[in-house]
Each structure stands twice: as structure tokens, then as C-alpha cells.
């Protein structure tokens, strides 16, 4: 999934790194799918030219962490990246505009999964998003079952 975003990371002089480990979610497929493709769209596009984007999976017991180095972001701004429509007037590499609904459709995907979708500003500019979703495991534990 990240991979489908290495020439858009290359056209705007961003490198992309990935660090996957084991994280067994059971959930529909194209939603989760989707839910990468939106957190790793945004890191790059928000981000700058010779930044980075990091995308770490399984990694410290937590289903997935991107992380950019974009603008500097207020942390009271923060929460607000979740709304629907909302983008910060921040200098970005891709000015084609975007109606604001990444993030949004990330929580929703996130909700729908039983999973939590956080965000945090890094000092010295970009943000971090952590995405805990319960494991096929948790899911067995629980005795709940999800469609595919």
C-alpha cells in the first residue's frame, strides 16, 4: 500500500520509510487499505521538499504510526485536522487543493474497526498519527467476529 505512493514521494523529493512488522487485524480489507493510502497521501502531501515520511506497522504493540515532517502545526490546531472540511493554512508541497475529508475518513474507518486514531504535533514540525486497532486476536478473546 505505501509503495502506490513512491513516485508521488519521489515527485515531491520526500523519502518514504517503512518499517512493518506482525499485526494481524480482522476487518475489511478495502477500508484498512484505504485508511494507509490516506495517512501516507497526507504525510507527503503536508509535508516538504527533502522530508521524510515514516510509516512503522506492529511495531511497540501499536498497529500503525505515520509520521511526517511537515509544517510546524499549533497543538491546539491539532484536534481540529479530524473535523470534516478542515484543512490548516499551512505551506505544503501539493497546492491541488483536497476537501479537508482525509483524516475525517480516517477516524471513520478507525471507529468502525473498534480502534482509536490519534495525532500529534512533533517541535520541530510535522505531525505523528497513531492508529491502535485490536489485533485477530483481541477480536477472539472478545468472542465478537467482523465481516470481511
Do not use: C, Q
Not at 506492529?58 to 510546524?72: I, K, R
Not at 475529508?101 to 480516517?106: C, D, M, P, Q, S
Amino acid at each position: 500500500m505505501v509503495e502506490a505512493h513512491a513516485r508521488f514521494a519521489a515527485d515531491a523529493d520526500v523519502k518514504l520509510s517503512v518499517d512493518a512488522g506482525p499485526y494481524e487485524v480482522v476487518g475489511d480489507g478495502v477500508l484498512l487499505e484505504r485508511l494507509v493510502r490516506n495517512l501516507v497521501h497526507n504525510a507527503v502531501k503536508y509535508n516538504r521538499p527533502g522530508g521524510t515520511v515514516g510509516v512503522r506497522v506492529g511495531t511497540s504493540g501499536v498497529a500503525l504510526t505515520v509520521e511526517n515532517t511537515g509544517p510546524v502545526i499549533p497543538p491546539p490546531e491539532v484536534g481540529r485536522l479530524f473535523e470534516p472540511f478542515t484543512r490548516l493554512a499551512t505551506g505544503r508541497i501539493d497546492h491541488s487543493g483536497g476537501s479537508g475529508l482525509g483524516l475525517t475518513i480516517a477516524r471513520s474507518i478507525v471507529r468502525a474497526h473498534g480502534g482509536t486514531i490519534a495525532a500529534v504535533s512533533l517541535l520541530d514540525g510535522g505531525l505523528s498519527v497513531t492508529v491502535d486497532l485490536p489485533t485477530s486476536s483481541d477480536t477472539v478473546k472478545a468472542g465478537r467476529t467482523r465481516e470481511r
